[in-house]
């Protein structure tokens, strides 16, 4: 079963990606995840990628496509994945296709912007281990280093205000466009996000288990 998770940033569609690899036992591909352990690394794509990431903006496809490519091609996806941060356009999704890659369902968790605004401004993460933390939602132990490594958290710098305002932009002015392409394919269904996120999650495997019992 091969699963996309849509949403603006900071709807939670990361959280429903692991939530959902955990219960399907297939792996989830964060993009996102990916893209910042390759900027950690110092490479010239990473380089480039953070770059990109820092000012709000989407990393061009050439790099997103390759570092895809590349993972779903691993025996542990031979069972399934779940994309989370891929395709961001339609272009991309139609690079998908091309690729021969196919998707059974995507699933749009649907948050507004002010709610998001809010979210991503309590976000910390480990500049050390990557491991990631909300003030509200989920605080470490402590609620200033991390629970994994002791390291001092930090607010990303895409998580900044401005950061996020532009980055909500590109949202709806290249990715929410996916919605109506996959809504043509017969593929979206849509998850509107609640307070607490183990509701979000109840509602998300609602569509899961109805998918998987209409035999699609």
Do not use: W
Request: net charge neutral.
């Amino acid at each position: 079963m091969n699963i996309i998770f849509l949403g603006g940033p900071g709807a939670g569609k990361g959280t429903q990606a692991e939530n959902a690899s955990e219960k399907l036992k297939i792996p989830a591909i964060s993009t996102g995840v990916i893209l910042r352990e390759e900027a950690a690394s110092g490479s010239e794509r990473g380089i480039k990628a953070k770059s990109y990431m820092d000012s709000g903006a989407l990393v061009p496809d050439e790099i997103i496509i390759d570092i895809i490519k590349q993972r779903v091609a691993k025996p542990d996806c031979a069972g399934g994945f779940i994309l989370d941060g891929f395709p961001r356009t339609v272009p991309q999704a139609e690079y998908l296709e091309a690729a021969g890659i196919n998707i059974d369902l995507v699933i749009d968790i649907d948050v507004s912007d002010e709610r998001i605004i809010a979210r991503m401004g309590g976000r910390r993460s480990c500049p050390n281990c990557g491991a990631s933390y909300h003030v509200d939602y989920k605080p470490s132990r402590d609620k200033k280093s991390c629970d994994v490594c002791s390291t001092e958290l930090i607010t990303r710098d895409d998580d900044r205000p401005e950061v996020v305002l532009k980055r909500l932009k590109t949202y709806h002015e290249q990715t929410a466009p996916l919605k109506q392409f996959y809504v043509s394919k017969g593929k979206l269904k849509t998850v509107i996000g609640q307070e607490e996120v183990a509701d979000t999650t109840r509602l998300t495997f609602e569509v899961i288990n109805n998918f998987k019992q209409s035999g699609n």
